[in-house]
């Protein structure tokens, strides 16, 4: 192979990830155009934000102060307007305190992000060796215990899980704290509940990709050059077996943000996750559409990021 | 085994080619140090990484849940702590539930007699002629924070605020007509007295001004006038048991006892954190693991906190529930009466009326409170304002209606519909109160009378659309209306002169209402009370179920409470005693 091929080869092929950026643009146009509309579907966000008793005239007035008297079209434009300068409005709960729904966001993310990363940490922690040592014992107990884990992972949902890492941990052996913030103990548990399902997720997929890849005829050349079987599972099979799970990893990076609302509510996790319940209860329509412009550049960005990461890591793709 | 297999492949090292061994080691040096390099890569990468999300972790900035540093800190956990802008303005909704432990206020209730009773104000008088309201304060009440004690300046500077345009409290209405719209009406005869002056009596004010009813908080004006709008929406100085430390919106309350409260009993411990948490499961647990001290309890958790061993208490008579039929407007130029309804029949009025007995009768209230309230609360003969623990609210002989659905198909039968005819439940869902499930179960108590239940779910505002709009014919649904020290404030929500909220009318009522605010003496308004509730049960216009209490559980920290009868929130910190 020439130098120049070489080179022509290593580089990254601009115009496709120029595309792809493209598409990411479109997609949160049309998801903002989306997320726009349904809301303004649940109802008029007033009635949430005086006290019952309140006059028409104190609805009207609260209606005024911010902006739903204006024509739909004109409430568009402006919000449009306001995001394409970087403002995504201010939030209806704060108004009176005048906060933005980006200061509002940017308040809550670090302890999501905070969470997510534990949980990215136990899921990389656990699920990598099980479901390689999962696959290297295919049939053994030890697999049939990672499968069952697996199962039991994907089958329970995150919130009945939670409560009952809550009874256990905090209720009867009073090891760990039950909700709230504050100290690294108080991520343990809402950070495990959010691994417990991605764990599983890895754990199968890596599993299949791990047996497929320890079948192949250059695992059995490794062998036979004498590579240690510590090398051959984790510097060769599992940088193959990997690139298969790329893209679910992306996606459990981007859940582990997104789907944190559950998890959140129940370990009384002040992050984006709550954040947009408190948001859906109060109809505080720019902070739900702020969230969800969020939500979904966090997932188009990682979808993006795979992409790319895919165009690194295999030259054929190109 | 799958072991076997794939180690079958692997050769003795005897056999490993020496000059493959070779050439791999020759190249290890080189090897080794790019691996090196892109480890070492890596390992900063991460540490950075770690190191910037370690910064993320979400600061504590409260006194911790348990007693540390010789301090003692009582958590709460609430639903919503509304949206803490602590300005006498901004106090709304939610705000002032909290804002009412910082502030203080004029009038207090007595919670036995039920009697209102002064708090800041000393005495309240009105004179004969009904226009004039003369309050006294009590003197030398101090602010926190060294802001002087409490003036009839502070008292009109609060009066004015919360009668401003900006104003979205609850009441600003009625504060308004008070002084007539106008502040030069609020007189100040010296600091400790001032008077409303009005052309239109207000015989209630009192009760709007009440901690009961989360009345007029009364905050410091020289702190308000030395500090910025925002340092006053975010800190209020006020002359409760409690000093605002932080809010957090969405988050949680931090205050700390106010050391020079002028009242009794004083804070039995340091400090006080509200924590939002929105999920009744959550808040339950919270106290079940002992981070929480106190919670607001879904009555649906009741049975399950009582087999942790933790304390279920109640705050009675938050409200009075009933069922309203649609269409129910008696007498009205504002909407229409639904003439044909089965419920109705404005030809046969007699015949409507077995109806509504009929609905009554096939209602098994003991159940509902039983299965679904847990018990808290208790029947009640009449619907909207009877509290049966308020004697001037309550008559002897008034007993509730019993479930006999013999009877109810019978009464069916004789109204003109012995096969049943559709009915349309709404079912909705509010606060803490399973306002959803009581429907639900009377959606199924109906269908036993042979009534078509439609059911439709949805949520609060689409019934408020329809009431707002008087649209509601063929719809029934659970209403329950919030206690007031007193019954005018409840009862003028019901009215066709005073609503844009149309639920049913009844002449009677805007007769009652009439006849309260126009009453001077407290003892006669409440018989005029005492009509309403009678005339509204006679007919069964709507169909009074039962009152309800409010429920809260309690780690074991908590010795006793002593909250507000009647008051649909957290209330009396200052009367937790930890447990001995």
């Known amino acids: 192979m020439s130098t120049q ?292 550049a966090v997932y188009i960005g990682m979808n993006l990021i795979v992409d790319v990461l895919y165009l690194v890591l295999n030259p054929r793709l190109r | 085994m799958a072991r076997e297999r794939f180690d079958s492949f692997g050769p003795d090292k005897a056999q490993r080619t020496p000059g493959l061994l070779q050439r791999r080691l020759a190249r290890m040096p080189a090897l080794a140090g790019t691996a090196r390099r892109r480890r070492l890569s890596i390992a900063t990468v991460f540490v950075l990484a770690a190191a910037t999300l370690a910064a993320c972790a979400p600061g504590d900035d409260s006194p911790s849940g348990d007693d540390k540093g010789g301090e003692t800190t009582l958590t709460a956990d609430w639903a919503y702590l509304g949206t803490m802008d602590w300005s006498p303005a901004g106090s709304a909704s939610d705000n002032e539930k909290v804002l009412s432990l910082v502030s203080g206020a004029l009038v207090g209730i007595d919670h036995d007699s039920r009697d209102l009773v002064g708090e800041l104000a000393e005495s309240f008088d009105l004179s004969p002629d009904g226009k004039t309201w003369t309050f006294k304060l009590r003197p030398d009440v101090p602010f926190e924070d060294g802001y002087g004690t409490v003036t009839s300046d502070d008292v009109k500077y609060n009066w004015g605020e919360y009668i401003s345009k900006e104003s979205e409290h609850g009441a600003a209405d009625q504060l308004a007509q008070a002084v007539d719209g106008n502040m030069d009406n609020f007189e100040i005869v010296s600091d400790l007295e001032f008077k409303l002056h ?122 009075n529930a009933f069922v309203i039929l649609g269409g129910s407007y008696w007498d009205a130029d504002c909407c229409k009466l639904d003439a044909d309804a089965p419920w109705i029949q404005a030809d046969d009025p007699a015949k409507g009326q077995l109806i509504r007995e009929a609905m009554s009768e096939a209602i098994d209230r003991e159940l509902i409170l039983d299965k679904i309230m847990k018990g808290n609360g208790k029947l009640v003969y009449g619907p909207l304002l009877e509290y049966d623990a308020n004697p001037l609210l309550h008559e002897d002989g008034w007993d509730p209606p019993q479930f006999d659905l013999a009877d109810a198909k019978k009464k069916l039968a004789e109204g003109g519909y012995p096969n049943g005819f559709p009915v349309k439940v709404f079912i909705y869902d509010i606060g803490e109160t399973d306002v959803a ?113 409010m429920a809260f559980v309690a780690g074991p920290r908590v010795g006793s409470w002593d909250p507000t009868p009647g008051l649909n929130a957290f209330s009396g910190f200052e009367t937790v005693t930890p447990a001995s």
């Not at chain 1, 739903?68 to 434009?77: G, H, K, S, T």
């Not at chain 1, 709230?180 to 991520?187: I, R, Y």
């Open chain 1, 5 to 296: 091929t070489a080179a022509r080869e290593s580089r990254l092929p601009g115009g496709a990830i120029l595309m792809r950026l493209g598409h990411a643009g479109i997609s949160l146009f049309l998801l903002l155009v989306f997320t726009w509309c349904i809301v303004r579907l649940t109802g008029d966000p007033v009635n949430f934000l005086v006290p019952p008793e309140a006059s028409l005239e104190q609805k009207e007035a609260a209606r005024q102060r911010l902006g739903l008297d204006e024509p739909l079209p004109m409430q568009f434009l402006h919000y449009l307007g306001g995001v394409l300068h970087g403002d995504l409005g201010i939030s209806f709960r704060r108004a009176s305190l005048n906060t933005p729904v980006t200061s509002a966001i940017l308040d809550r993310l670090p302890a999501t992000l905070y969470m997510g990363f534990w949980a990215l940490v136990m899921m990389l922690v656990i699920g990598v060796p099980l479901g390689i040592y999962s696959a290297y014992w295919r049939g053994g107990l030890f697999d049939q215990g990672a499968r069952l884990l697996a199962a039991l992972g994907q089958a329970v949902p995150d919130f009945w899980f939670g409560l009952m890492l809550i009874l256990v941990f905090s209720i009867s052996f009073n090891l760990l704290p039950a909700g709230g913030a504050g100290s690294f103990e108080n991520v343990i548990l809402p950070a495990a509940t959010l691994a417990f399902s991605l764990i599983a997720g890895l754990i199968r997929l890596l599993r299949s990709s791990m047996i497929e890849v320890l079948g192949s005829e250059y695992v059995s050349l490794l062998r036979i050059k004498g590579v240690s079987e510590w090398s051959i599972l984790w510097k060769h099979a599992l940088r193959n077996a990997a690139l298969t799970t790329l893209t679910y990893m992306g996606m459990m990076v981007a859940s582990l943000l997104t789907g944190s609302v559950l998890v959140e509510t129940i370990f009384n996790w002040p992050g984006i996750g709550r954040l947009f319940v408190e948001a859906v209860s109060f109809r505080d329509f720019p902070l739900i559409q702020g969230l969800i412009l969020v939500f979904g």
């Open chain 2, 437 to 549: 499930g009581i429907s639900e179960a009377i959606a199924g108590m109906w269908e036993d009378l042979g009534l078509q239940v439609q059911r439709q779910t949805a949520d609060e505002d689409i019934l408020d659309a329809k009431t707002d709009a008087a649209e509601t014919d063929g719809l029934a649904w659970v209403k329950m209306a919030g206690f007031s020290a007193e019954p005018a404030l409840e009862l003028g929500r019901y009215l066709e002169s005073r609503g844009d909220d149309f639920k049913f009318l009844y002449p009677a009522m805007e007769q009652g209402y009439t006849d309260m605010v126009n009453e001077p003496d407290r003892t006669k308004r409440f018989a005029y009370a005492r009509q309403v509730i009678q005339a509204l049960a006679e007919k069964t216009i709507v169909i009074p179920l039962f009152t309800v209490d």
């Open chain 2, 198 to 319: 009005t052309e239109h009596p207000i015989t209630t004010l009192p009760a709007v001004l009440c901690s009961c009813a989360n009345g007029m908080a009364i905050l410091s004006k020289k702190y308000a006038d030395e500090h910025t709008a925002a340092e006053v929406k975010n800190l209020p100085v006020g002359t409760g048991p409690w000093q605002m430390v932080s809010s957090k919106v969405g988050v949680n309350v931090v205050m700390k006892a106010f050391p020079d409260y002028w009242g009794d009993p004083k804070p039995a411990f340091d400090n006080l954190v509200l924590n939002e948490v929105p999920d009744s499961a959550a808040r339950l647990v919270q106290v079940q693991s002992g981070e929480a001290d106190m919670a607001e309890l879904s009555p649906s958790l009741v049975t399950e906190a009582k087999a942790s061993n933790l304390e279920v208490l109640t705050v009675p008579d938050v409200g």
